[in-house]
């Protein structure tokens, strides 16, 4: 058993909570607003108030995390905004990971975030990733496909777990 966060995603997060739930994971899922606790708690998962915009907000969300999943790439916001968080926001969130039970990154890198934005955060959390020696996953399936998204993702969490995979690749899941 595995406790996994998921930072955003929404609705199809919340489906796969409810997969990874029934695997006998625990998940922990974050919303901006008290007004998100509903629909995650219904997906059966925990929810935690926070907002990838204030990391700080995010930092005990982290606690006994075995794999942390930054969904954003489907966020929505100005250009500045969404490169904040697939960039500052997100090395600062990663130098957060350290020292803690995460032993795992899943990155979003497909969505209706601008590609280059997407390319940039990829990059961005291999080179944080690599240097935490914390194995990653770039999760390059399309949300707008939720069969295939929710395959991938399955697939980079269980990879991430599984002691038989070389944890250090930093394979793309399609």
Excluded: N
């Excluded at 926070?50 to 929505?76: F, K, M």
């Excluded at 905004?81 to 600062?92: D, I, K, N, T, V």
């Amino acid at each position: 058993m595995a406790r996994i966060l998921f930072v955003g995603g929404g609705a199809r997060a919340q489906r796969l909570a409810s997969r990874l739930l029934g695997e006998g994971h625990a998940v922990r899922m974050t919303t901006r607003e008290e007004a998100g606790r509903v629909a995650i708690e219904a997906a059966g998962a925990e929810c935690w108030i926070g907002t990838p915009d204030r990391i700080a907000s995010l930092r005990y969300a982290l606690e006994g995390v075995t794999i942390a999943c930054w969904l954003l790439g489907t966020a929505r916001g100005g250009a500045d905004e969404l490169a904040a968080l697939h960039g500052s926001r997100l090395e600062f969130f990663c130098s957060q990971a350290i020292d803690t039970t995460v032993r795992g990154l899943v990155y979003e890198a497909a969505g209706c975030v601008d590609r280059a934005i997407l390319a940039a955060g990829a990059e961005l959390v291999t080179v944080k990733a690599a240097y935490s020696e914390i194995p990653l996953r770039i999760l390059d399936a399309e949300p707008a496909d939720a069969v295939l998204w929710a395959a991938g993702a399955r697939t980079a969490i269980a990879e991430l777990l599984d002691s038989g995979h070389p944890l250090h690749s930093q394979e793309e899941i399609p």
